[in-house]
């Protein structure tokens, strides 16, 4: 009777259950991010079963053709149920070849091999199947990805004609993880590098995080903190590294380490880190020279330098080039590069901080040597939810210009705000900088093609660390996923690569796709609404940037105030960066310089970045500033609970532990939007003096109420 019950059951179940509730009620945690694989429903997986039943691979196998195969084998056994067979004979046929170097391709593939250079890739259908080929066995790690993507996101895997070059050489992870295992503005856990253990004990993460990496493209991470540690160059630590290069390597992902300036005298008992001084560059080439022969495929060093009380050359009097060339020449002979930041400001400098690094670097144009990159954030002032390009990007024609984004979000809500960065990379990639006329790209600057430049790069300050799920919430993984697809193509489509992520991440039925991406899309635009509208900048509290403190206005350190950003008083409000101000303008080229010198022109989303204008300033939409700027604030809240909304209403197309973790962090955006919301209003209208707009809510406390808000153990600081 038990027995008969219990089948009962399980048959009213199968009945009943959905296709996609199914599938959707194993628990999951976030750890296989976008590499889940889980099983296609029968009738989605017989157009695929035929696709990659017999693998053939060349008879000489590398370990990184082995992981090529093992993904392979992974992916297809995941998703179809059915491990494919592996033969290094092509004559025993196949229908899925993985060619690499000067193997034979099967025949009518026709790939111009010499084009993909040396990570690229192709896949193409051919009589009987799909070839996935290219110039080195990493090309090919990466095409069994992109292969396993098609899948994934059910795209057809007939007729392919793929050619698939990545936009730059270098495509990074900085870490910003100290030795202790804090991670500076790190939301997720402590740093993924236990130093303690290593070299000795290899957490099986860093594979994972390795394979993550390379499913990507990202082919490069710097381990440590700019804000350096000399210890980190030490003989101990540098073994520790060389332990994670040997995980790395067969992924394609090399080892950087961030190089504190003063290291010479720290570590090296010299009196001096003076670039100039024969004994200091004596001791950076010995170090280089002891760490290639620990890592001989090292990439280099990422440098901090005078920004932010971190020492370099201007100590002593020497300058950013004098600086990054005594590096470069101590790793040139072994082929590495130097990554030098070009974030750098500083208290004593009078002149509006969006300029200075413009001021120190643009003269240096030509200076450096051919393995720096300069490395240069976003925007001019600080990875801020919406700020101009940098204007340095255009302006140094001879010098390579890295692009540094910000992955983990220091000033978009940490971790628990719902902000889809792909948007906010893509609006910087596809600003027009004008430096040789119309359709100057900042995508074509960063990628050499503009100023036939040779060596390129991307950086991402990342946002791995040891939580679960890696990122400290499951939609932060798509900004980690975006970037990496970006990093690969500059000119790729956010909306595009959220649409794969979703697919890949949660599930594929288009009612669960299409509303999550819109979602995702909007993000952006709501996280500017609720904390910094209309161009504003830099209101977060102080040190650790979590939640509004506009009212800052004392802190020793000038630009770290708000109020040195919003400049509001009784008359109105912005930062005069025009010709009667800073004259920051003119750091752009033209027509750029006169767009945004002229009120009229600016484009509203960044209008008080470049004008301070009355309170009453007609706005576009006919409302004044002041209330154009309270109706911004309040729509950033209605935003968030429309995505939590939205969220709520897809159910079951997900396992409940991630869709319920997701629920609970957009509450808590929901109520921190309304917190920065009302404490902000409350503040401004304290300094306008003016009335809400007609049926606004006011703010349901004073701004005494606000301002004693404390979080001294917010996270990342
Ligand atoms: C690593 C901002 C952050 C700092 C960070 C710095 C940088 O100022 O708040 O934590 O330091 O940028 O990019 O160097």
């Known amino acids: 009777m038990f027995d008969n019950l219990s089948a009962f059951r399980i048959l009213i179940l199968a009945i009943v259950c959905l296709p996609f509730m199914c599938g959707a009620s194993r628990a999951e945690d976030g750890y296989d991010l976008w590499l889940r694989y889980p099983a296609m429903e029968r009738g989605e997986a017989r157009q695929y079963k035929a696709a990659a039943k017999r693998i053939v691979v060349p008879a000489a196998q590398s370990e990184t053709l082995e992981l090529a195969v093992r993904e392979l084998e992974r992916g297809l056994a995941g998703m179809l149920d059915a491990a494919p067979s592996v033969a290094s004979d092509a004559k025993r046929g196949g229908n899925l070849w993985l060619v690499s170097g000067d193997a034979a391709l099967p025949q009518g593939a026709g790939i111009d091999m010499a084009a993909l250079g040396p990570e690229g890739y192709a896949i193409r259908s051919v009589d009987g199947g799909t070839v996935i080929a290219a110039n080195s066995d990493i090309g090919v790690l990466y095409g069994a990805f992109h292969f396993l993507r098609l899948m994934q996101t059910r795209e057809n895997v007939t007729g392919l004609d793929i050619t698939e070059i990545p936009s730059v050489d270098v495509r990074i992870i900085n870490h910003w993880d100290n030795l202790d295992r804090t991670v500076e503005r790190g939301y997720?856990?402590?740093?993924?590098?236990?130093?303690?253990?290593?070299?000795?004990?290899?957490?099986?993460?860093?594979?994972?995080?390795?394979?993550?990496?390379?499913?990507?493209?990202?082919?490069?991470?710097?381990?440590?903190?700019?804000?350096?540690?000399?210890?980190?160059?030490?003989?101990?630590?540098?073994?520790?590294?060389?332990?994670?290069?040997?995980?790395?390597?067969?992924?394609?992902?090399?080892?950087?380490?961030?190089?504190?300036?003063?290291?010479?005298?720290?570590?090296?008992?010299?009196?001096?880190?003076?670039?100039?001084?024969?004994?200091?560059?004596?001791?950076?080439k010995a170090k280089a020279d002891e760490i290639y022969e620990l890592i001989p495929d090292f990439g280099g060093f990422l440098v901090k330098a005078n920004s932010e009380g971190q020492p370099g050359p201007q100590d002593y009097g020497r300058n950013h080039a004098d600086g990054a060339n005594m590096l470069a020449d101590a790793l040139a002979p072994h082929g590495g590069i130097v990554m030098w930041r070009a974030f750098v400001y500083s208290e004593h400098n009078p002149e509006d901080r969006a300029k200075q690094a413009y001021a120190q670097f643009v003269p240096l144009d030509g200076k450096f040597r051919d393995n720096v990159l300069v490395q240069v954030k976003n925007g001019p002032i600080d990875f801020q939810p919406r700020e101009p390009f940098h204007p340095m990007f255009g302006a140094m024609p001879k010098t390579p210009l890295m692009m540094e984004f910000q992955i983990t979000k220091e000033y978009l809500g940490f971790a628990t705000h719902l902000v889809y960065l792909g948007a906010y990379y893509e609006e910087v990639l596809s600003a027009d900088t004008y430096a040789q006329g119309e359709g100057s790209t900042v995508a074509k600057i960063v990628d050499g093609s503009l100023q036939d430049i040779e060596l390129t790069g991307v950086a991402g300050v990342g946002n791995a660390g040891s939580d679960r799920n890696w990122s400290g919430s499951h939609f932060d993984q798509a900004n980690w996923y975006a970037f990496g697809r970006l990093a690969w193509d500059l000119d790729a489509d956010s909306k595009d690569i959220a649409e794969d992520w979703a697919r890949m991440t949660f599930a594929n039925d288009d009612a669960f796709v299409r509303p999550v991406v819109a979602m995702m899309m909007e993000s952006r635009e709501a996280v500017v609404d609720y904390m910094t509208p209309l161009g504003l900048t830099h209101l977060m509290a102080t040190g650790h940037h979590y939640g509004p403190g506009p009212w800052v206005c004392d802190l020793a350190r000038p630009e770290w105030n708000p109020c040195y950003y919003h400049k509001a008083d009784e008359e109105g409000i912005g930062f005069d960066r025009t010709a009667s101000g800073s004259n920051a303008v003119a750091q752009y080229e033209a027509p750029l310089a006169e767009i945004y010198g002229d009120v009229e022109t600016t484009p509203e989303n960044l209008l008080l970045w470049f004008h301070h204008l009355p309170w009453d300033y007609e706005m576009k939409s006919g409302r004044t500033l002041w209330d154009e700027l309270v109706m911004r604030y309040t729509e950033g809240v209605a935003e968030v609970h429309e995505m939590r909304e939205t969220w709520e209403g897809l159910e079951g197309y997900i396992d409940q532990e991630r869709y319920d973790q997701i629920v609970a962090f957009l509450k808590i955006q929901e109520k921190e939007a309304q917190w920065w919301r009302d404490a902000s209003i409350a503040y401004f209208q304290s300094v306008s003096g003016r009335p809400l707009p007609d049926g606004v809510a006011p703010p349901p406390h004073d701004l005494d109420y606000y301002k004693a808000i404390s979080h001294p153990y917010a996270p990342g600081h």
């Open 188 to 284: 997720s856990g402590a740093s993924i590098w236990d130093w303690h253990k290593l070299p000795d004990y290899l957490d099986p993460r860093y594979e994972d995080y390795a394979r993550a990496l390379a499913s990507i493209g990202i082919n490069g991470v710097s381990l440590t903190n700019v804000n350096a540690d000399a210890m980190a160059l030490t003989p101990a630590y540098l073994e520790k590294a060389a332990a994670l290069a040997g995980v790395f390597r067969p992924y394609g992902v090399k080892i950087y380490q961030t190089a504190r300036f003063s290291a010479p005298m720290e570590i090296g008992g010299l009196d001096t880190a003076d670039p100039l001084d024969p004994e200091v560059r004596a001791w950076w």
